[in-house]
C-alpha cells in the first residue's frame, strides 16, 4: 500500500481542496495517475456528497476514475486543514486514495477499512504524529500491514 514515494511529511497546502489538487498532482508526477483532472475531480465529487474529515484529524479523500493506473493510497502531513470533519475539529493527517473506475467496488472498500480499523488506534496515530521522516513512517506502516 505504502512506498517512500507515497509519503508527503510537509504537504504546503492549507485548504482541503488544494490538498487534493497537490496530492493529485503528486499521484501523477509518480506514474500513478494518468489523467489527473479526471482523479481530481472523482475525489470532489465524493467531498461534495459527504465530508471524508472521519475524526481525530484524519481525512481520507477518495475517488475512483479510468485515470487512475492502479490501486494507491499517499499519506500527507498538513498543518490543520479545515475539512469539515464529522468532530468539527480541522486535519493533519491525510490519507487519500485513487482507484481505477474498473477496479473500484471491493479494491475501494477494502483500502478504506484496512486503513479505518488501524487509524481507529490512539497509539498508531501518535506515532504516526510523532513520526520525522518518511523512512520511519513507511516502517511504522510496514509494522501494521500497510505496506
Not at 480499523?117 to 516502517?139: C, G, P, T, V, Y
Request: net charge negative.
Amino acid at each position: 500500500m505504502f512506498k517512500l514515494d507515497r509519503i508527503m511529511l510537509k504537504c504546503p497546502a492549507t485548504t482541503r481542496n488544494d490538498v487534493i489538487t497537490t496530492l493529485a498532482a503528486h499521484a501523477q508526477s509518480i506514474g500513478l495517475v494518468n489523467d489527473r483532472t479526471a482523479y481530481q475531480n472523482s475525489v470532489f465529487h465524493r467531498e461534495s456528497e459527504f465530508s471524508t474529515g472521519v475524526g481525530y484529524g484524519i481525512a481520507i479523500p477518495h475517488g475512483k476514475s479510468e485515470g487512475v493506473n492502479e490501486a494507491f493510497v499517499l499519506f500527507a502531513k498538513v498543518n490543520q486543514v479545515e475539512w469539515n470533519a464529522f468532530d468539527g475539529q480541522p486535519v493533519d493527517l491525510v490519507f487519500q486514495i485513487g482507484v481505477p473506475a474498473s477496479d473500484a467496488g471491493e479494491t475501494h472498500l477494502r483500502l478504506l477499512a484496512t486503513l479505518s480499523r488501524k487509524l481507529m488506534n490512539d497509539d498508531f496515530r501518535a506515532s504516526i504524529r510523532q513520526a520525522e521522516d518518511q523512512h520511519a513512517l513507511l516502517a511504522l506502516f510496514e509494522a501494521n500491514g500497510l505496506v
